[in-house]
């Protein structure tokens, strides 16, 4: 039983250069955050050695005394952390990722084929609700479903409700999606359910994003109307990369529903094997951080550090797309200042700060989006607070001026090359070279 470092030297640099990146950079991406130490020993235990296919109590692997404890240890807490009533609600914590939760979910819900409304990826919705270009079904949720996303508001940046409504009339969506990726804003629900409800469509709420604000009542939480929540556990929620189906036991007008059977199956054999028990239980110890006042105190600070940088970024002339934020992010609008959201990331890339590029509405290449998304949840588990993302605004405003003075310096056919070397992911040495 050697260690890392002796076993295999070259992988134990590698991590150790990433663990390096991590704690050097200011990590500004939206969906990533920093787990304790606590969920990392867990997500590192030899829980990765066992199968257990099945559920607890019904296994098709035996010595699993220990497993289905985890796993119900799990589930209790994932319904500790929203507060919800066991015999309403029923939860599966198998799903490798917040992708194969979604696929799972609309496994259960749907039939080939049935129709399904989720927001545009453009307008800051994620790929795994239905997304397709003009020309292709790209996500498999497009491929083995009929979807008609809905957008945003090209004025605006908030979700274009009265078209949705207007949209699925035509369409009659057997289930409508909600929940996005890059979205600053909170959603009406209330809305969502009453367009769902004129077409017997089910209503899903992919908290991704914000769970950890919904637990910390940072957001609203959807439970009340929507029939199954799926999440991502690595955002917000701080914990390993997972994710988690919650499904109604019971409907909203007190009958049963069929839901537990069809999400359990959707999972597991349908769409999964084994479940990875390590991640499970590591998923099990950031709920039971979710439920201490500490993690209010974190996610309250969250919104407050992303409130923060909309105004002082929108202090110095920004665009923030909605004009401003609810939530952990904040969606820039470079288009204004003529640049693009490929070019600034890479700009930060080289001064040690973590962004991504994103679509703003109205954009036209995914490859070369006019914004970036800039997100509080990370810095904030490193305790910065609004002063500090004031000076992070500061720093942002200094990599928007480096970037606009190369585009002026470089001219027109430099300008090209500039622009083609950033937008195919040039090398470090290569921008080094340009400027
Ligand atoms: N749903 C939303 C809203 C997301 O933002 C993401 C990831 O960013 C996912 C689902 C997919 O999660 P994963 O990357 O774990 O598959």
């Known amino acids: 039983n050697t260690s890392l470092e002796q076993e295999d030297p070259e992988m134990f640099r590698l991590v150790e250069l990433e663990k390096y990146r991590q704690y050097s950079c200011l990590e500004l991406i939206a969906s990533e955050n920093f787990t304790s130490q606590a969920v990392m020993e867990a997500n590192g235990s030899p829980l990765t050695n066992k ?40 939860v599966n914590v198998q799903p490798y990722s917040g992708s194969t939760a979604n696929f799972s979910a609309l496994t259960a819900m749907l039939a080939p084929h049935d129709r399904i409304m989720g927001l545009d990826l453009p307008s800051g919705g994620h790929l795994t609700h239905g997304y397709q270009t003009a020309k292709k079904k790209i996500s498999s949720s497009a491929i083995y479903f009929e979807s008609l996303p809905y957008q945003v508001d090209m004025k605006t940046g ?87 189906i919650f499904f ?22 349908s769409n999964q094997g084994g479940p990875h028990n390590n991640t499970i239980a590591a998923v099990a110890v950031a ?27 929108t202090a110095k ?7 401003g934020t609810d939530n952990h992010l904040v969606l820039w609008d470079l288009r204004p200042v003529k640049l693009t959201g490929s070019k600034l990331e890479k700009i930060c890339d080289l001064v040690n700060i973590t962004l991504n590029k994103n679509a703003v509405h109205g954009d036209t290449s995914a490859l070369s989006p006019g914004g970036v998304r800039v997100g509080a949840p990370a810095l904030t588990s490193r305790s910065f607070k609004e002063a500090d993302f004031v000076q992070v605004a500061e720093f942002l405003h200094r990599a928007v001026l480096i970037a606009l003075k190369i585009q002026d310096a470089a001219g027109s056919k430099m300008m090209k090359v500039f622009s083609d070397a950033v937008d195919k992911g040039a090398a470090a040495e290569d921008i080094k070279i340009l400027k």
Not at 70 to 80: M, Q, S, Y
Not at 202 to 225: C, R, V, Y
Not at 248 to 267: F, H, I, Y
Not at 289 to 310: C, D, E, I, M, W
């Open 51 to 90: 199968y257990s296919e099945g559920l607890p109590g019904a296994r098709y692997y035996g010595g699993n005394e220990y497993i289905d404890q985890v796993e119900n240890l799990c589930r209790t807490r994932a319904l500790a952390a929203f507060e919800l009533d066991p015999a309403v609600w029923g």
């Open 158 to 244: 908030v979700i274009d409700y009265d078209r949705l409504e207007q949209n699925a009339a035509l369409f009659r969506p057997k289930l409508v999606i909600c929940g996005a990726s890059a979205y600053a804003r909170d959603w009406d629900y209330e809305r969502l359910r009453k367009v769902a409800d004129q077409h017997g469509a089910f209503l899903m709420a992919d908290i991704a994003h914000i769970s950890g604000l919904i637990a910390a009542h940072e957001q609203k939480s959807p439970f009340e109307l929507a029939d199954v929540v799926t999440t991502t556990t690595h955002k917000t929620l701080r914990g390993p990369r997972a994710g988690l």
């Open 248 to 269: 109604r036991k019971v409907n909203r007008d007190g009958t049963p529903t069929d839901l537990e059977s069809r999400v359990n199956m959707a999972v597991f054999p």
């Open 287 to 313: 709920l039971k951080q979710v439920a201490t006042p500490a993690f209010r105190q974190y996610a309250q600070q969250v919104r407050k550090n992303a409130a923060a940088l909309a105004n002082a970024l």
């Open 317 to 323: 002339g920004y665009k923030m797309v909605t004009g």
